[in-house]
């Protein structure tokens, strides 16, 4: 059974960095597959971060994070990457990854189409 796990969350002040992994287990469509990163803070609804392609040629960002974040992938290594840099308070949220379960799939932003999610990872921008 697939798996999803997401470490590298954390406390951080504001303007710092952190990066997310997401290491997929069991999971042999993984180079050939879509992944996303979304996040959920309290009392909103989840929303999409980044998304990148199969191939990694096409990522794409929601407006909030641009020129902040990167995502990026290491098939060699089943896993996903999210660098985010400045970061602000507004950040603060639980963070999941996702695989969209299909071949050779773009990017997407919905998360409708992700068939497989992590549990989740806490960043909180504080000082």
């Known amino acids: 059974q697939v798996q999803l796990v997401e470490s590298g969350g954390g406390l951080v002040q504001p303007g710092g960095s952190l990066r997310l992994s997401c290491a997929a287990s069991?999971?042999?469509?993984?180079?050939?597959?879509?992944m996303g990163w979304f996040r959920q803070a309290p009392g909103k609804e989840r929303e999409f971060v980044a998304t990148i392609s199969w191939n990694s040629n096409s990522a794409y960002y929601t407006d909030s994070v641009k020129d902040r974040f990167t995502i990026s992938r290491d098939d060699d290594k089943n896993t996903v990457y999210l660098q985010m840099n400045s970061l602000k308070p507004e950040d603060t949220a639980v963070y999941y990854c996702?695989?969209?379960?299909?071949?050779?799939?773009?990017?997407?932003?919905?998360?409708?189409?992700?068939?497989?999610w992590g549990q989740g990872t806490q960043v909180t921008v504080s000082s």
């Open positions: 996702a695989a969209r379960g299909q071949e050779y799939n773009g990017g997407s932003a919905y998360s409708y189409d992700y068939h497989y």
């Open positions: 069991d999971y042999h469509n993984f180079r050939r597959d879509t």
